[in-house]
């Protein structure tokens, strides 16, 4: 178990909009996984924020993300205009890694990525984007078709994680998965649906998150001592 987590409210720019997140840094820490949330979603996504305490266990840094602006967002809940718009949402992603790479505190990171719904399109399409510095990927009950033509180019290790009863999900990821050259696999938990609100499936998909990021996230070297650095995060503009 880490010793100690600590934590910052962060501030990450794409162009003109400002995106806020929660930055969790354990000690000691293999690496960052960067979550890319889905529809309707928001940094405070509870499921998302539970998967992100099991992972800081495990010694992940974790950055709950928002993707849409305050605007965006209460645009986006009466029209619906922003949660399908899968190059804004992975532009924004990829804002993220970019940032993590370039700040004191994190750059020597490796990163990984955790997207849910509409978002492990996103997070894919950053992993493609960035294969420098993007070691692994995990959807869960995502939409990994929507990443398109980018499913080719992801070097990433990806999991990807479905419920039993999310019949069409199933069948969206196992075609996305034939389309991928990365290392690739797709985990099924039984009698969950799209949301693994089940009693135990959400633990699964934790448990199965944090081996794959043990897995594959520390397998360069990553630079010990990062939470000494927090407090030099950056909250505002990078």
């Given at each position: 178990?880490?010793?100690?987590?600590?934590?910052?409210?962060?501030?990450?720019?794409?162009?003109?909009?400002?995106?806020?997140g929660?930055?969790?840094?354990?000690?000691?820490?293999?690496?960052?996984?960067?979550?890319?949330?889905?529809?309707?979603?928001?940094?405070?996504?509870?499921?998302?924020?539970?998967?992100?305490?099991?992972?800081?266990?495990?010694?992940?840094?974790?950055?709950?993300?928002?993707?849409?602006?305050?605007?965006?967002?209460?645009?986006?809940?009466?029209?619906?205009?922003?949660?399908?718009?899968?190059?804004?949402?992975?532009?924004?992603?990829?804002?993220?890694?970019?940032?993590?790479?370039?700040?004191?505190?994190?750059?020597?990171?490796?990163?990984?990525?955790?997207?849910?719904?509409?978002?492990?399109?996103?997070?894919?399409i950053?992993?493609?984007?960035?294969?420098?510095?993007?070691?692994?990927?995990?959807?869960?009950?995502?939409?990994?078709?929507l990443?398109?033509?980018?499913?080719?180019?992801?070097?990433?290790?990806?999991?990807?994680?479905?419920?039993?009863d999310?019949?069409?999900?199933?069948?969206?990821?196992?075609?996305?998965?034939?389309?991928?050259?990365?290392?690739?696999?797709?985990?099924?938990v039984?009698?969950?649906?799209?949301?693994?609100?089940?009693?135990?499936?959400?633990?699964?998909?934790?448990?199965?998150?944090?081996?794959?990021?043990?897995?594959?996230?520390?397998?360069?070297?990553?630079?010990?001592?990062?939470?000494?650095?927090?407090?030099?995060?950056?909250?505002?503009?990078?």
């Amino acid at each position: 178990m880490p010793a100690a987590v600590k934590t910052a409210a962060v501030r990450i720019a794409d162009g003109s909009a400002l995106l806020d997140g929660d930055l969790r840094l354990p000690d000691p820490c293999i690496g960052l996984v960067i979550f890319a949330h889905g529809s309707g979603s928001s940094r405070f996504s509870p499921r998302n924020r539970q998967v992100a305490a099991a992972l800081e266990s495990g010694g992940c840094a974790t950055l709950l993300l928002d993707l849409l602006t305050k605007e965006e967002e209460a645009e986006d809940v009466r029209t619906g205009k922003y949660r399908f718009d899968i190059p804004r949402l992975a532009r924004r992603v990829m804002a993220a890694a970019n940032w993590a790479s370039e700040d004191l505190a994190l750059r020597d990171l490796n990163i990984g990525y955790f997207g849910a719904s509409t978002g492990a399109a996103a997070a894919l399409i950053a992993a493609a984007g960035r294969p420098d510095i993007s070691v692994a990927v995990v959807s869960r009950g995502g939409r990994p078709d929507l990443a398109g033509d980018a499913l080719g180019v992801v070097q990433a290790p990806t999991l990807l994680i479905v419920g039993g009863d999310d019949r069409e999900v199933i069948t969206l990821n196992e075609d996305a998965k034939r389309r991928m050259h990365a290392i690739a696999r797709l985990e099924i938990v039984p009698g969950a649906t799209h949301l693994f609100e089940e009693p135990g499936a959400l633990e699964q998909v934790q448990r199965l998150a944090a081996d794959w990021f043990r897995e594959y996230l520390p397998h360069h070297s990553a630079r010990k001592g990062a939470v000494d650095m927090l407090d030099g995060v950056a909250p505002g503009e990078s």
